[in-house]
T-cell receptor, first 112, second 114 residues
Framework: DAKTTQPNSMESNEEEPVHLPCNHS???????IHWYRQLPSQGPEYVIH???SNVNNRMASLAIAEDRKSSTLILHRATLRDAAVYYC?????????????FGTGTRLKVLA | DTGVSQDPRHKITKRGQNVTFRCDPI?????LYWYRQTLGQGPEFLTY????????KSRLLSDRFSAERPKGSFSTLEIQRTEQGDSAMYLC????????????FGDGTRLSIL
């Protein structure tokens, strides 16, 4: 079973910020939070990941709650090319394989 | 481009035929994963290699499925006696060995069973 919970879909206007929420109440102390996005007919694309502190990169920011039971992916200015399915993932660290356990993600629609 | 490469991108075959897919990971990555994705769902883990050793297989991987990674470089996933339910996107990903390193995905092989 997926370890994360996300809304099925969200909409945003172009050039406005987007906040994509994720709940991961069963997160353990060593679990990193990874975000990916997937465009149609493409593989998942890495966006950002973090452990405890907020993280920024050229694509997005990741805000992690103090108790680490939730996080938010922030796209600062949505463009039409950001329309995708966004996955919030915790890795399976118990077995040592560090495989991803995907949920169904959030489908982001960006309106022109 | 030095990303993960998968071949072929599309495969159409008749039920009962065997198919083989290839994945070329990023060259310095010692971990390699196979996932399967059906329409409207997130990818599901199938199997994992560390170098040439296959260390974990999902229960989704029936005995008709076999994966190899000779010499710890490219990997192949073979499906024997294909069934309608095997129609899916098969994704390969690779990563470095540290637990916090992200996986890098290829664009997958889409399998359609007639």
């Amino acid at each position: 079973d997926a370890k994360t919970t996300q809304p099925n879909s969200m909409e945003s206007n172009e050039e406005e910020p987007v906040h994509l929420p994720c709940n991961h109440s069963t997160i353990s102390g060593t679990d990193y939070i990874h975000w990916y996005r997937q465009l149609p007919s493409q593989g998942p694309e890495y966006v950002i990941h973090g452990l405890t502190s907020n993280v920024n990169n050229r694509m997005a920011s990741l805000a992690i709650a103090e108790d680490r039971k939730s996080s938010t992916l922030i796209l600062h200015r949505a463009t039409l090319r950001d329309a995708a399915v966004y996955y919030c993932i915790l890795r399976d660290t118990a077995s040592g394989t560090y495989k991803y356990i995907f949920g169904t993600g959030t489908r982001l629609k960006v309106l022109a | 481009d030095t990303g993960v490469s998968q071949d072929p991108r599309h495969k159409i075959t008749k039920r009962g035929q065997n198919v083989t897919f290839r994945c070329d990971p990023i060259s310095e990555h010692n971990r390699l994963y196979w996932y399967r994705q059906t329409l409207g769902q997130g990818p599901e883990f199938l199997t994992y290699f560390q170098n040439e050793a296959q260390l974990e297989k999902s229960r989704l991987l029936s005995d008709r499925f076999s994966a190899e990674r000779p010499k710890g470089s490219f990997s192949t996933l073979e499906i024997q006696r294909t069934e309608q339910g095997d129609s899916a996107m098969y994704l390969c990903a690779s990563s470095l060995g540290h637990s916090n390193q992200p996986q890098h995905f290829g664009d997958g092989t889409r399998l359609s069973i007639l």
